[in-house]
């Protein structure tokens, strides 16, 4: 019964997450008029103190045993460093109404951390794994030639948090702990852009309007609290389920984008998202079988959009 139990919590805390960053559009579309390189300061700035704050109250914070060991501390400072561009992509996506092609970067960032597993830790492919592989190349290629634009934007987030999740499985670190010093790091360029922008341009914070205000402050707590939830989820439930719902975060986006904000979704885009989305059922229906042939629970570590 327990077993049953904290798998149908793994459920509702994953579903959570992935609903949350789903909607996340909502939230940085509301800080339209501060621009993306003001709001990734303010939510790498929160996102620190935040952590900070939640670990100092847990009583976990040993940011020396993470920095003391150099293969750590490297991998710490190049994750942080693509969780920053990762976020600041994101939010640039966001607010110049590229949601669709956000969307499209995470639906094809499993199938790129595939092609790093390949490449990187010389993983072996099945033959339904390389064909999903290649469909879903097909479609960002079909979209650029028949678009007549290269989906940078999807391919960036894609790419920047594939890397992040490779160096967060190399590493095998926690995932908030990790956070907190991959915050620290940027946090003094951060404020230093806070700063700036409030003595040279008049940022933001405290000169628009107490709901920017809010909103400024609290994207930390908005990048962190989906984080945890998942982190929670995660290590409860198969990898076969994270894998089914990790799809719900870029099916929102994407209905978001199109439906309530009205961007172009042609028939270019159609096909395109077709090959992708048949590379992702291919991907599932294996991972669901690996999983499954395992019989092992596995953490995953995550920390975009």
């Not at 072996?124 to 079909?142: H, I, K």
């Not at 940027?186 to 920017?212: D, H, V």
């Not at 089914?244 to 159609?270: K, N, R």
Request: aromatic residues 14%.
């Amino acid at each position: 019964m327990e077993r049953v139990r904290q798998h149908r919590l793994g459920i509702v805390y994953t579903t959570i997450a992935f609903f949350a960053w789903g909607v996340l559009p909502f939230y940085w579309k509301a800080l339209q008029e501060v621009p993306a390189v003001e709001i990734l300061a303010h939510r790498i700035l929160w996102s620190f103190v935040f952590i900070f704050l939640v670990l100092a109250i847990r009583k976990r914070i040993k940011p020396r045993e993470l920095l003391k060991n150099t293969r750590s501390r490297n991998s710490l400072i190049v994750t942080s460093l693509l969780i920053g561009l990762n976020w600041l992509t994101y939010v640039y996506a966001v607010n110049s109404d590229r949601i669709v092609e956000a969307s499209m970067g995470y639906y094809i960032n499993p199938l790129f951390s595939v092609f790093l597993g390949i490449v990187i830790l010389k993983e072996r492919l099945n033959l339904v794994q390389l064909s999903a592989f290649v469909l879903a190349c097909t479609g960002v290629l079909y979209l650029t030639f028949e678009y007549g634009r290269f989906p940078w934007i999807a391919v960036l987030l894609a790419g920047a948090f594939g890397l992040y999740g490779l160096f967060k499985k190399t590493s095998n670190l926690e995932s908030l702990p990790s956070l907190l010093i991959e915050t620290m790091f940027l946090a003094p360029i951060a404020l230093g852009i806070i700063i700036y922008q409030a003595l040279i341009t008049k940022g933001a914070l405290f000169n628009s309007s107490p709901k920017i205000d809010l909103l400024l402050i609290f994207a930390g707590v908005a990048t962190t609290l989906p984080l945890y939830w998942f982190a929670q989820g995660a290590k409860r439930i198969p990898l076969s389920s994270v894998g089914f719902l990790q799809y719900i975060a870029p099916t929102l986006m994407l209905f978001i984008g199109v439906f309530l904000y009205h961007e172009t979704f042609t028939l270019a885009h159609v096909i395109s998202f077709g090959f992708i989305w048949i590379a992702l059922i291919m991907y599932s229906l294996t991972l669901m079988k690996t999983s499954r042939s395992s019989g092992g629970i596995t953490k995953v570590e995550r920390g975009a959009s």
